[in-house]
C-alpha cells in the first residue's frame, strides 16, 4: 500500500467533503439518490474517527457493525446476488423479446470492458488487478464488485465507488458523447415501432432459457445471471407477487442500503488517497466513456448498413445502467424533435445491455485464468 497523497487528519477533511458532494448531488442534482446519499454519509462516517485520533478503521471495524455487513455481505457475494434478484423482479425484457437482434448493441457496448483491460495492463497493474478495473465498463455495480472480490480484493472498494460513482453520472457522459459522435440528421431519424403479441409462456421461458444457454457459455457468472433471471421469473410467473414485490421493493431497497453505505464506508482517507486508486478512476473513466462511444459507433455503421433505419442514439444504450441511459438517449433524441419516442428501442438496448454486462462478467471469471496462463502471463499451477 502507496502512502496516502495527503497528510492525515487534512486528507480525512478532503474525503469528508467528498461525501458531502456525493449527499449534495443526490439531494440538489438527484444523482442516483439512492446510491450517492448512503455513499456519501459511509465516506463522512468512516473518516470522522480518525479526525479524533481513534481508530483509524473508523465504522469499517471488522468488530463492528459496518466491519462485520462488508465481510458477509460483499466478500461472500451474498449482496450483489440480492440485488440482481431485485434489478431482475423490477425489468420488463418485452422490448428485447420483441426485438432479439438489439443484442447486437449491448455486446458493441461491452467493448470498453477490453478498452479499459488493456489500459490497465498498460500501466502497470496486474491480469487480475487489470481483469477487476477493466469490468468498470460494464457500467454494473454488482458484476464489478463480484468479480472484483475474486480477482483483486486489495481494489475491491476503489472499483466499486468507481462503478457506482460513474453510474451516477451516465447523463453527464452519455449526453455529450452522444452529441459529439452523431449528426443532427441521425439524431432526427425515427424508429418505427410495431409491438408485436407473444405469449406469456415466452416471458415465462426467457429467464429460464438465458440461465440455460449462458450458464453452459459462461458457467463462472451462474450466480449473477441466475439471480437476475430468478428475479424477473418470479415477476413473470405471476403466481408469486409476495415474493415479486418483495424483492423488488424490501429485498433490493435493502440490500442498496446496506450495500451502498460499507461502499462508502471503504472511502477511508488513508488507504483511499493513494496514487492506485486515483489511477483506477482515470482508469474508470476510460472504460465507461469508451463503452458508451463504442456503442454509439457501433449503431451508427448499423445506420448506414440500414440506410437510415437506425437512430445511433440507442447504441450508447447498450450497457448495464438501467433505465438511466435509455431515458438519457430518449431525451436527447427529444431535445431535437419532441415527437421522436425512441423509449421502446432504447430499454430494449438498455436491457439487452443488462445481460451483456453479467455474460461479459461471467466470460472474464470463466476464461480469463486459462487466457492469462496461455499468454504465459500468469504461471499454470
Known sequence: MSEPLLPLPFGNIVMIIVGCLFVYLAIKKKYEPLLLIPIGFGAILVNIP??????????????GVFGYIYAKGVLTDIFPCLLFIGIGAMMDFGALIERPWFLIFAAAGQLGIFIALLSALAVGFNPYQAASIGIIGAMDGPTAIFITSKFAPDLLGPVAVCAYSYMALVPLLQI????ALTTRKERLIKMEYKPQAYSKAIRIIFPIAVTIVTG????????????????????????????????????????????????????NAETFLVFDTLVVFGLGLVAFVSAIACGVLFAKLVCFV????????????????????????????????????????????????????????????????????????????
Open 216 to 267: 453452459l457459455f459462461a458457467p463462472m457468472g451462474i450466480p449473477l445471471m441466475g439471480s437476475l433471471m430468478l428475479g424477473n421469473l418470479l415477476k413473470e410467473s405471476g403466481v408469486v407477487r409476495r415474493l415479486a414485490k418483495s424483492a423488488e421493493n424490501e429485498i433490493a431497497n435493502v440490500t442498496t442500503l446496506l450495500l451502498a453505505v460499507v461502499i462508502g464506508g471503504t472511502m
Open 50 to 63: 480518525v479526525l479524533m485520533n481513534t481508530d483509524s478503521l473508523g465504522i469499517m471495524d471488522p468488530q
Open 176 to 179: 455529450p458523447i452522444s452529441k
Open 306 to 381: 440500414t440506410k437510415g433505419k437506425v437512430n445511433p442514439l440507442i447504441g450508447a444504450c447498450g450497457i448495464s445502467a438501467f433505465p438511466m441511459a435509455a431515458r438519457t438517449a430518449h431525451r436527447v433524441g427529444r431535445e431535437e424533435d419532441s415527437s421522436n419516442w425512441l423509449l421502446p428501442h432504447a430499454m430494449a438496448t438498455n436491457v439487452g445491455g443488462q445481460i451483456g454486462s453479467v455474460v461479459a462478467g461471467g466470460v472474464v471469471l470463466t476464461y480469463a485464468t486459462i487466457v492469462l496462463e496461455m499468454l504465459g502471463l500468469i504461471p499454470i499451477p
